[in-house]
């Protein structure tokens, strides 16, 4: 029997919803712009090579140009998809059923926002699916394709927007991460308010026989309300289908690499493990919210009363009860181990039974399932599991009460038990046991178990802690610690001297300056004044007077018709002479090479002497000198490219043996900028296998320098690698630095507790 057509009140209220998420979007884009905005302005103040920063610079004045039309032409454009039968470049069928040839422009535009869209989705399907079914059965048929409800619409209208703005859509891709983050949370706003729209005026989702039966791989039908079995298979089902399509988890360990999923050209390593996250959390939210389990991605209700007691017992005994197996776990068995990992199996199946909802169940087996699997990574000294396996409750109250546990990566939860178990996996449990970083572990759980109430703040602010810690543990040994102080200063002087050399350039573009004297400011003197302002700083009374020397020397090496002139420049060539000879001291020029120098010098002022050319006038010497006195106000960022480090300068600098000490210094090998991007975003603590010269070491992340120009990697025999960013990019480009754990302990966990789910799914709420 067919539909009959929905009423014109229902219609109205559909189109209204449609309304008020429009006008909600709308109204959130400045919102949007500012994060933009920030995050171009951001980027501009990052150190990069010349081309980046230029590129940044160029993104961002674009930007400032044109954001004002791009948000006027979206808002204009939202709005007018409200309104029936509006074409607009998206359509691709004409009148009389005739087909139109995209554009190259139209094909840009769709697979941009499409990658958009995937990604928003992914975060807000559960609002998005309760929209959709409550206007299906207000509208009687599913949303079209185009329906400004569907993120693709939305995120469509952006992108066209951009491009007619007159915005390059490379600066799209450019800014897509923070893009798509804020309109993520909008739209989740958005839809949210729309459902409460509905909830006002008494409109249910569809609930016919249709929306309760799927059907099987084999054909056959099954009903939805089967059990937990069949909903946890179709979730697992639905989302098999999804990484056929690529967007999805890659493969274990071990699997072919033939076998992981293709992606989209022109994705980063780094942006791709982000996505395989997504897909991975995608599958866990569709499982959870699933109709049996009743569980809100959004709103969490309070914990059942039994449970909430239980719960409040287990802080209480946690020492009693994790005592005994901390003592086992002592001598480093596997059998310690396995009954580690039954105990808290046994904790979970107690909690389970306190459980009065289908919710609380699944919630309670999914986080059993993922300690399950971080207790069972060999990787992981024994020593250290106990106190993993003792978050496993603090983690289940996170979960309970804050459901973005379940869509969020980045949780604080997740980041923490991510960043501790990244770094102890290259320890043995020998070198582990006793150490600082064992302590300090074993203080973050104790804290996180002292303040159980307070959810994610509490796991924020350990987080934050344990980071501050790495800092300083990673680079304790004295040895580390003084090959860091000394990276750093080398870093700190190579870049004053880059832009020292191109501010000498530029103040000098107009003058007529000898040769011999540019190159004598360029290669020598830059030097000279970047060392000093590292040493003793740039406002330092020496660093000003070299400064000054150099406005001298330039003044002095110009022509000089006049009589005046002359005799003043007689007058202080002494003391001009000994002030250069002064800073080529402290470069550690010997006085045989200072000779060679001066000669050069004063030869030239000689000529300058009798030159009967146009002088420089003391107006624009003055200028320089006042430039050159406040330098630090006028320079930015500078790469490090051309940067003479090696073994010998830092052995000569730190005034100890270098021999554990290689020093892999830039050279030119071409690597990909998304690489250099990936290599500046490393996190400390993390372990590497790095293949060097033929030997193949396991390294710790130890430190980066303030600009990321010089990283350092500490390997377990005592051996430190220094390494500069374009070669620590070219290493993971060739693959001469992998990772130990790419996707994370906590991915991990929960892609294994799916895997668990798709063969034993009655586990679930069982």
């Known amino acids: 029997m067919p539909t009959p057509p929905p009423s014109v009140p229902q219609r109205r209220l559909a189109r209204q919803a449609r309304q008020k998420f429009v006008e909600g979007i709308c109204a959130g884009l400045p919102e949007v712009d500012k994060t933009v905005l920030d995050f171009l302005s951001q980027l501009m103040s990052q150190t990069g090579t010349q081309r980046e920063m230029h590129s940044r610079r160029d ?27 509006i074409s607009t470049t998206r359509g691709t069928q004409m009148g009389g059923g005739h087909f139109e040839l995209l554009s190259d422009d139209v094909v840009e535009n769709k697979i941009a926002a499409s990658r958009m869209a995937l990604t928003i989705t992914e975060q807000v399907s559960h609002q998005l699916d309760t929209v959709r079914l409550r206007t299906q059965s207000l509208e009687g048929q599913e949303l079209d394709s185009n329906d400004i409800l569907r993120p693709e619409a939305v995120c469509l209208i952006a992108v066209e927007q ?16 923070p893009l798509q983050r804020e309109l993520a949370n909008l739209l989740q706003k958005q839809y949210q308010a729309v459902n409460v729209f509905y909830v006002e005026q008494g409109i249910t989702p569809q609930n016919d026989l249709r929306s309760r039966v799927r059907r099987t791989e084999g054909g056959a039908v099954a009903n939805r309300d089967s059990g937990a079995s069949g909903l946890a298979s179709q979730a697992l089902t639905q989302t098999r289908e999804a990484m056929a399509a690529g967007r999805a988890a890659p493969p274990r360990q071990g699997q072919p690499q033939g076998m992981a999923p293709v992606f989209a050209t022109g994705m980063t390593p780094l942006s791709r493990a982000r996505q395989r996250a997504q897909g991975v959390m995608g599958q866990l939210r569709r499982l959870l919210t699933q109709p049996a389990t009743g569980f809100d991605l959004v709103n969490a209700p309070p914990a059942s009363a039994a449970l909430a007691h239980a719960l409040t017992a287990h802080r209480v005994q946690a020492d009693t009860y994790y005592s005994g197996v901390a003592t086992l776990i002592e001598d480093y068995s596997p059998a310690a181990v396995v009954q580690l990992a039954g105990a808290v199996r046994e904790r979970s199946t107690e909690l389970k039974k306190k459980a009065s909802t289908a919710g609380e169940k699944a919630i309670i087996e999914v986080v059993a399932l993922m300690f399950q699997s971080i207790l069972a990574e060999d990787r992981i000294p024994p ?53 600082a970083l064992e302590a300090e572990i074993r203080r973050v759980v104790q804290v996180i178990e002292q303040y159980p109430e307070t959810g994610r703040r509490v796991f924020q602010l350990v987080y934050d802690e344990f980071e501050k810690f790495l800092s ?5 040994k004295q040895a580390t610690s003084r090959l860091v102080s000394v990276a750093q200063q080398v870093e700190q002087r190579e870049t004053l001297a880059i832009q ?32 000093s302002a590292v040493r003793d700083g740039p406002q330092h009374a020496d660093t000003i007077t070299f400064k000054r020397t150099a406005a001298d020397l330039v003044w002095a090496a110009s022509a000089k018709p006049h009589r005046s002139d002359r005799a003043l420049v007689i007058q202080s060539l002494p003391g001009l002479l000994q002030r250069l000879r002064q800073g080529l001291a402290l470069m550690g020029i010997a006085a045989a090479a200072q000779d060679a120098q001066i000669k050069v010098l004063t030869d030239t002022l000689a000529d300058a002497f009798l030159s009967k050319t146009a002088s420089i006038p003391q107006a624009h010497i003055e200028a ?42 830039d050279n030119g090998a071409p690597v990909d900028e998304a690489m250099v991007a990936w290599a500046q975003e490393l ?18 992340y130890a430190w980066q320098s303030q600009r990321k120009q010089l990283h350092l990697f500490a390997a377990t025999d005592g051996s430190s690698y220094l390494i500069q960013l374009r070669r620590l990019a070219a290493y993971l480009q060739s693959g001469l630095l992998v990772p ?16 668990k789910l798709d063969a034993n799914p009655e586990r679930l709420l069982g």
């Open 383 to 435: 020593a250290v599991r106990v106190w993993f396996a003792r978050l496993q409750v603090p983690v289940l109250r996170v979960a309970l009460a804050e459901p973005e546990f379940f869509s969020n990566i980045a949780h604080p939860a997740r980041q923490l038990i991510d960043r501790m178990g990244a770094c102890v996996m290259g320890f043995d449990a020998t070198s582990i046991n006793g150490s």
């Open 740 to 755: 130990q754990d790419e996707e994370g302990l906590t991915l991990r966990a929960t892609r294994d507790a799916l895997a």
């Open 59 to 85: 993104a961002w004045q674009l930007y400032q140009q044109h954001h004002t039309d791009w948000i006027a032409r979206t808002d204009r454009s939202l709005r007018e998809a409200l309104a029936p039968h």
């Open 683 to 700: 996190q400390r603590g993390t372990w590497f296998t790095l293949d060097h010269n033929g030997s193949s070491a396991q390294v710790q």
């Open 472 to 476: 300083k543990f990673l680079t304790e």
């Open 624 to 665: 320089m000198a006042k430039r050159l006195a406040n330098l630090e106000d006028f320079i930015g960022d500078a790469t490090l490219g051309d940067m003479p480090l090696n073994a010998d300068n830092i052995e000569m600098m730190l005034g100890i043996d270098a021999s554990s000490i290689h020093v892999i210094a």
């Open 162 to 177: 951009w491009v007619e703005s007159g915005l390059p859509r490379t600066d799209l891709l450019t800014v897509v991460g």
């Open 500 to 531: 020292y050399t191109i501010e000498l350039r530029t103040m000098l573009r107009d003058m007529p300056v000898r040769d011999e004297i540019r190159e004598f400011l360029f290669k020598t003197w830059a030097e000279v004044l970047a060392l």
